[in-house]
C-alpha cells in the first residue's frame, strides 16, 4: 500500500521540473484531501480500488499545451475512500471531499458547493439503492496554475450517468447546457456517453462535459465518429495517424470523445487511452514535440516518478479541437506505480 504523501511528493517534484517555484504546503495539503489519505491500487476484496487508472491507483496525472508552449498547470484526478465497500458510505465521503475542496478556489464558496454536491445527487438521487459491486461513484480533477498554486485553479467531478438509470435526462432538467452535447442517437451501439463531468473554475466560470467511449476493436468507429462529430473527428484521427498510430489500426485502441461547453461555443476532444499491453510513450512524445515544441513537460511526468520511487507508465493522450487552430490541445496522462502498493 502507497502512502497519500507519495502523491504530494510527486505533484511537488513535478511542479519543481516545471518551474513553478511554488510552496508545497497547499498542493500536499490538496491532494492528501483529494485523495482521503488512500492511494491503495487494491480493494479489501482485491479489485481494483478505482476505475480511474488500469493498475487501480487512484491518482493519475497530466500536463497540457497547446501552439507550441506548455501551460503552466499541473493537472491530476484521484478518487476519495475508495477502500469503503458500501457505494453510500463511499459517495458521502467523496461528496464532503468535493466541498471542503472548493475552498481552496479563488472565487469557492456555498453556492458552489452546492452546485457540485447537487450534480453528485442529480447522478445517484438514492444511494443506497446502488449495489456494492459499482466500484467508483466520483473522481476528482484538480488543476494548479503557477501564477497562484496555493489555490485550485479549476476543479472538476466526474461521474458516471449509466449507474441510475435516467441520469442524463435528470441532468439535461437541471442544467440544460448538458443537452445537445450528444450527437449520438440512443440506439448508436459503437459510441456511448459514459462519463459526465462538471468543472468550475477559479473565476467562477462552469463547464459542462459528456465522454462518451467507443466500442473496442470494431472496425466501423473511426467512420462512426467522422459521422457524429464531423470534421474535428477526421482531423483528430489524422493527427493520431500522422504521429505513429496505423490508421487501419484506430479502432484497435480505446478512444473517448469528450463533448464540453462553456461560456464560449460546444469543443470536441478525443483520447486515445492505453491498455495494460501498450506503451504510449512515443506517441506521447511525438505528440508533444508537435503541439508543446518540447517534451520537456511530458518527460518531466516520468522523471518526477523516478526520483520519488516510482515506475511511470503514460496512460493516454487527448487531443482538443479548435476552430480557429485545428488540434489545438495535447493533454498526456499517466500514472505511477510505487513498488510498495
Known sequence: MTSSGAAGDYLVDLAERLAFHCDPAPIRAIIERACGGQLHERGPDGHRASLLTVSGLPFEASVSGSRGKVAPVIRYA???ETQETHFASRLAAQVAAIRDLVAWLPNGDKTVADMLQCFVTTLYPDPAAVSPRHRSATWIGVVHHAAAPQHIA???VYGYPTIVPGALRRLCD??????????????????????????VDALGDVKYKIYLRTRYGDAAVPMKLVRYFGHPAWEALSELARSGIEATELHQHDLFVCCSRGADAPSFGLSLLGRSDNDLTGLARELASRHHGTTEAVDALARAAESTG???RYSGVGLGFSADHGIGKLNVYGSPTWSNA
Open 310 to 312: 516510482a515506475t511511470w
Open 154 to 156: 479549476r476543479l472538476k
Open 174 to 199: 437541471a442544467w440544460p447546457a448538458f443537452a445537445g452535447l450528444m450527437p449520438v442517437p440512443d440506439h448508436e451501439k459503437l459510441i456511448k456517453p459514459v462519463i459526465a463531468a462538471l468543472e
Open 78 to 80: 484521484t478518487e476519495t
